[in-house]
C-alpha cells in the first residue's frame, strides 16, 4: 500500500473550518484513501473514504485531486470535540485489505 | 457506524500470567479481524490479520506464539497475551470488517497493564 505523509500538528479555532492535508505521490490506480480518527485513549473512528470523486458525508469532506497524489479533509465548523488525531490512509479495495496506520495530525480545536 | 466491542476495557496482569483479550462485532458478520498494538504517543501498529476459520497472519516481529489469536466465528475474535511481561504492557485494539469489505470499524481498545 501506499505511504501517506501528513503534518505532524495542526490548530484550528473552534467554529472555523479544518482543513487536513495528506499527501500520497505514489498510489496506484486502485487505491483508495481512507479517513481516520483517534480521540485520546480510543479505538480509531471511520471518518469517510474516497477514490477519486470528492466525497462528503454528516462528518466531513474530502477533496481528492485530479491526480491523485494528495487529498484534504474538510471538518466544516470544528468542536473542541473534534480534538484528535486524523489519520489518512491508501488501501487496495480487495479482500482482506489491511489498513496501516502512519503518524497521523494530532488537531488541536481551539476555543 | 457498525459496531464492534471490545472486552475487557483495562486489565492489570502479574508479569507471566496469560490474558484474553475480546472483540465482538456486534450487528455484522466480521470476516477478517485486525488486531492493532499502540504504544503512549506512538501510531497503531498492525500484529496481525485473522479470517473466519483460517490462522492468522503475523506480521514481522510479531511473535505468534507469544500473541495468540483465535476467530472460531463470524462475530468474535480474541487475542492472548501469554506469559505476560511488564513491555507486553500497551494499548491493544481490533478492528473488524465484513464481507463488502468496505470501511473497517475499530473496538474502543483495552489498556493492558503487567506489573
Known amino acids: 500500500d501506499a505511504k501517506t505523509t501528513q503534518p505532524t500538528s495542526m490548530d484550528c479555532a473552534e467554529g472555523r473550518a479544518a482543513n487536513l492535508p495528506c499527501n500520497h505521490s505514489t498510489i496506484s490506480g486502485n487505491e483508495y484513501v481512507y479517513w481516520y480518527r483517534q480521540i485520546h485513549s480510543q479505538g480509531p473512528q471511520y471518518i469517510i473514504h474516497?477514490?477519486?470523486n470528492n466525497e462528503t458525508n454528516e462528518m466531513a469532506s474530502l477533496i481528492i485531486t485530479e491526480d491523485r497524489k494528495s487529498s484534504t479533509l474538510i471538518l466544516p465548523h470544528a468542536t473542541l470535540r473534534d480534538t484528535a488525531v486524523y489519520y489518512c490512509?491508501?488501501?487496495?479495495?480487495?479482500?482482506?485489505?489491511?489498513?496501516?496506520f502512519g503518524q497521523g495530525t494530532e488537531l488541536s480545536v481551539k476555543p | 457506524g457498525a459496531v464492534v466491542s471490545q472486552h475487557p476495557s483495562r486489565v492489570i496482569c502479574k508479569s507471566g500470567t496469560s490474558v484474553k483479550i475480546e472483540c465482538r462485532s456486534l450487528d455484522f458478520q466480521a470476516t477478517t479481524m485486525f488486531w492493532y498494538r499502540q504504544f503512549p504517543k506512538q501510531s497503531l501498529m498492525l500484529m496481525a490479520t485473522?479470517?473466519?476459520?483460517?490462522?492468522?497472519?503475523?506480521e514481522q516481529g510479531v511473535e505468534k506464539d507469544k500473541f495468540l489469536i483465535n476467530h472460531a466465528s463470524l462475530t468474535l475474535s480474541t487475542l492472548t497475551v501469554t506469559s505476560a511481561h511488564p513491555e507486553d504492557s500497551s494499548f491493544y485494539i481490533c478492528?473488524?470488517?465484513?464481507?463488502?469489505?468496505?470501511?473497517?470499524?475499530f473496538g474502543q481498545g483495552t489498556r493492558l497493564t503487567v506489573v
Open positions: 474516497g477514490l477519486k
Open positions: 485473522s479470517n473466519e476459520g483460517s490462522k492468522a497472519t503475523y
Open positions: 490512509i491508501v488501501r487496495v479495495y480487495n479482500q482482506g485489505g489491511k489498513l496501516i
Open positions: 478492528s473488524a470488517r465484513d464481507r463488502r469489505n468496505t470501511e473497517a470499524f
